[in-house]
């Protein structure tokens, strides 16, 4: 176990984007439930599109493939910028995906909005 799996505690649902309509929208959405490290923190961030945005927290979850297509073919241990997490039922937008290391152990932070 790193020593960042013993401080995920916190339930959250990562709300996995598997595809779109003809129209744009989300059809399907799968639900993977994970244990996550909250960090509480407004911090000014930089999402794809470079617009400043506003990020209330860094949600640390165990390492995920990041992915910006072939959404249908996707497994759970995948997450997109078109994915929601939602935390004590509220859905967060995710502003940006990073992964660092701890120590040898690999884990993904995400900034979410």
Same mark, same amino acid.
Not at 95 to 107: L, M, N, T
């Given at each position: 176990?790193?020593?960042?799996? @013993?401080?995920?505690?916190?339930? +959250? &649902?990562? %709300? #996995?984007?598997?595809?779109?309509d003809a129209?744009?929208?989300? /059809?399907? +959405?799968?639900?993977?439930? *994970?244990?996550?490290?909250? =960090?509480?923190k407004s911090?000014?961030? &930089?999402?794809?599109?470079?617009?400043?945005? %506003? $990020? %209330? @927290?860094?949600?640390?979850? =165990? *390492?995920?493939?990041?992915?910006?297509?072939?959404? =249908? !073919?996707?497994?759970? #241990?995948?997450?997109? /910028?078109?994915?929601?997490?939602?935390? $004590? =039922?509220? !859905?967060? !937008?995710?502003?940006?995906?990073?992964?660092?290391?701890?120590?040898?152990?690999?884990? &993904?932070?995400? /900034?979410?909005?």
């Open positions: 176990m790193s020593m960042m799996q @013993a401080y995920r505690t916190a339930p +959250v &649902t990562l %709300n #996995q984007h598997m595809g779109e129209y744009q929208e989300p /059809y399907v +959405v799968r639900e993977v439930a *994970l244990l996550a490290f909250i =960090d509480w911090r000014l961030m &930089t999402p794809m599109d470079g617009e400043l945005v %506003n $990020s %209330n @927290a860094r949600v640390d979850i =165990d *390492l995920h493939q990041i992915i910006d297509s072939d959404f =249908d !073919k996707r497994d759970t #241990q995948t997450i997109s /910028y078109r994915d929601t997490i939602t935390i $004590s =039922d509220v !859905k967060h !937008k995710i502003v940006s995906i990073h992964e660092p290391r701890d120590f040898r152990a690999r884990y &993904t932070q995400v /900034y979410i909005a």
